[in-house]
Nanobody
């Protein structure tokens, strides 16, 4: 089992930045690929970005390319999502997820989410 706890969400103005964190416990963090997903009000959950267990590979959604960056610190069992140039359409609950394989569709473990609100 893996427990994931997100933090760092909040209210920010358009054009601003936030950094989300996800702390993991349980199964060896460094063996897992990690990802971020989001769900806006009235919409389905969508993939944002993911990173391999080593940090050497990432995949990213076109909608956030050039603005969001995922990273991880295996010594701290934590994955981050740096979000810059935020737009109102980035408003969503952001979820951290873990998987044995780097991918954008199927994840094995999920956090409970943290809310990001971007005001115009």
């Amino acid at each position: 089992q893996v427990q994931l706890v997100e933090s760092g969400g909040g209210l920010v103005q358009a054009g601003g930045s936030l950094r989300l964190s996800c702390a993991a416990s349980g199964r060896t963090f460094s063996s897992l690929a990690m990802g971020w997903f989001r769900q806006a009000p009235g919409k389905e959950r969508e993939f944002v970005e993911a990173i391999s267990w080593s940090g050497g590979s990432t995949i990213i959604a076109d909608s956030v390319k050039g603005r969001f960056t995922i990273s991880r610190d295996n010594a701290k069992n934590t994955v981050y999502l740096q979000m810059n140039s935020l737009k109102p359409e980035d408003t969503a609950v952001y979820y951290c997820a873990a998987s044995t394989i780097l991918n954008r569709r199927s994840m094995d473990y999920w956090g409970k989410g943290t809310l990001v609100t971007v005001s115009s």
